[in-house]
């Protein structure tokens, strides 16, 4: 568990250093640039955001994976089965709503769909949807490493056919 922590820790410091160097090379003096458009200033704020994104994911991941293992479960005399705490529930519907916002958006971008006015509205929903994805993403894997759980990856199995 340790070394999944070590491993999202990396991840999430990976995320930071291409954030911010990307922030610091186009962010700067426009000595030789053209002049910057309001886009560029919602995708220079969304990369400045991202990682704090990744972080709240990453805290409530924390949370959900240790409340998820003091949670009651079902047993079998019970009339309710619990599949899913409230934190995986979340997550879901967050990654949910923010692909589906990204796709949207993305069929709007490429011209699969009528194209309005002002396409900045358009992006800022777009960079909205994939700041959701981020956060669940981050979610789920911090989650999983807290409560262990890799059960769908069946790794055992797959390092005994590889062999050594």
């Given amino acids: 568990m ?8 990396a991840v999430a410091f990976g995320f930071l250093v291409i954030a911010g160097g990307s922030v610091f090379a ?15 200033e919602d995708a220079v704020t969304m990369t400045r955001a991202l990682p704090f994104v990744v972080v709240l994911g990453m805290l ?14 079902s047993d079998p005399s019970s009339p309710t089965v619990i599949r899913h705490d409230f934190g995986t529930v979340v ?14 958006t993305g069929a ?10 002002d396409m900045r509205a358009i992006f800022q929903i777009h960079y909205i949807g ?5 956060f669940a ?18 790794f055992c199995g797959l390092l005994q056919t590889l062999g050594p």
Avoid: C, E
């Fill in 91 to 104: 997550a879901h519907w967050v990654n949910g709503v923010g692909f589906i916002l990204g796709m949207i």
């Fill in 130 to 134: 994939s700041s959701l994805v981020f």
């Fill in 2 to 9: 340790k070394r999944l922590l070590i491993l999202l820790g």
């Fill in 26 to 40: 186009q962010g700067g003096d426009s000595g030789g640039f053209p002049p910057q458009t309001a886009l560029f």
């Fill in 137 to 154: 993403v981050a979610s789920h894997l911090t989650q999983n490493a807290v409560t262990g759980g890799a059960g769908l990856l069946q």
């Fill in 60 to 73: 409530f991941g924390l949370w959900q994976g240790k409340t998820g293992l003091r949670q009651r479960k």
């Fill in 108 to 117: 709007i971008a490429i011209r699969w769909a009528p194209r309005p006015d």
